[in-house]
């Protein structure tokens, strides 16, 4: 399985959003996103970080984590169900491939 690396989570948003977000808000958005995604299993937040952060396809995943190509669509799709549930995010996202 290819581990998650927490302290990489703070790479999803840029430094400026960060601060314009603890200004507006007084929450710092990685430690927010840290927590969803710890709140997520292991291979989840695996698939996600490689498919969105990595910009893996499926097939490199399913290849890399030694599972199928399904098994990933279904974590990716589970797993950012569950963050938008735990952020409160409503809106698609664009994904890639």
Do not use: N
Not at 27 to 37: D, I, N
Not at 66 to 81: C, E
Request: charged share 20%.
């Amino acid at each position: 399985m290819v581990p998650f690396l927490p302290a990489l989570a703070a790479g999803f948003v840029s430094w400026d959003d960060e601060a314009m977000l603890l200004a507006q808000t007084g929450y710092r958005t990685s430690g927010v996103l840290r927590w969803a995604l710890a709140a997520l299993p292991e291979a989840t937040r695996s698939v996600i970080w490689l498919y969105h952060a990595e910009g893996y396809t499926h097939e490199e995943i399913a290849d890399a984590m030694g599972r199928t190509i399904s098994f990933s669509k279904s974590q990716l799709a589970r797993g950012t169900k569950k963050l938008r549930a735990l952020l409160e995010i409503g809106t698609e996202v664009a994904t890639h491939g």
